[in-house]
């Protein structure tokens, strides 16, 4: 599923499991590829707000980068994409906690569209 909406095969798929692996589930979690993704991701977006906004100066560039690469809008993505239910865990609280944030901004997408009750 993962590999489907990436629209990328991995060729170690041992790598994928890691990436989604919680540390209450097994001793090698995601949390080593988390310090590599987040470099990755900042190099990345970085790169991309440099070169499509010429005229902007760099603190400008530095909210945009921060503003879209937040652990708040990245958790927002994968509630969009319903990826929670992919992670490996044993962790009852962390399904608590993911659970009413899931459940927040589901409400906050129906309070957008105007279709609650």
Known sequence: RVERLLQYQFNNRSLLEEALTHQSFA???????????????????SNFLYLTNPTVGPGALSTLRAANISTEKLARVAVRHDLYPLLRRNCPRLDLLV??????VKQELEDDLGTTP
């Open 27 to 45: 001793a090698a979690s995601y949390q080593r590829l988390e310090f590599v993704g987040d470099a990755a991701l900042g190099l990345a977006f």
């Open 99 to 104: 659970g009413q944030f899931i459940q927040s």
